[in-house]
């Protein structure tokens, strides 16, 4: 019996109108929210020296989620899940899940304590909230106003390690 190969892989150049096109469909997106990706992308791919990951899971040969992570600077072990958008036609089929799950063991394996995911607490981020709950996060903090009048940032936090 074969093992099915790992949907899950390093993003590639060649990904990133996949990812834009990923971002744009989930709707929770500003249009420079997802140019500011494209540049981060585009930096990424540019440099050689990077401890940034950008991860894309694809189904039969398509991309259809991404998730991006980098460790917090001057701290010690302290990481932070900055993205993770899957297409809405695959919401629900564990996809996100998978992601989170990979992102975690990952920096397990690199002796990662702590991963932080910032949010909206704006309505049409409900979902998302709901998502990083069911994952075992646990809401830390929230600063009211934070991206703009009525929008608070809503932070999560996961121990990856016993402290």
Not at 2 to 15: L, W
Not at 16 to 34: M, N, P, R, W, Y
Not at 93 to 120: C, F, M, P
């Amino acid at each position: 019996m074969t093992q099915a190969p790992n949907p899950i892989r390093e993003t590639m150049p060649a990904d990133v109108g996949a990812i834009k096109s990923i971002a744009v469909a989930t709707g929770l997106f500003a249009e420079q929210d997802v140019a500011a990706n494209e540049d981060m992308l585009t930096g990424f791919f540019a440099s050689e020296a990077n401890d940034h990951h950008w991860l894309t899971y694809e189904d039969d040969g398509t991309p259809i989620a991404v998730a991006y992570y980098a460790p917090e600077p001057l701290t010690d072990g302290t990481w932070n899940l900055l993205m993770i958008a899957v297409h809405p036609s695959k919401h629900g089929q564990g996809v996100g899940t998978a992601l989170s799950n990979h992102v975690e063991q990952a920096l397990i394996a690199g002796g990662a304590r702590i991963l932080l995911v910032d949010t909206s607490g704006t309505d049409d981020f409900e979902r998302t909230r709901a998502f990083y709950d069911k994952c075992g996060y646990d809401l830390e903090a929230r600063i009211r106003d934070y991206y703009a009048p009525g929008d608070d940032k809503i932070t999560f936090w996961k121990a990856l390690r016993p402290t």
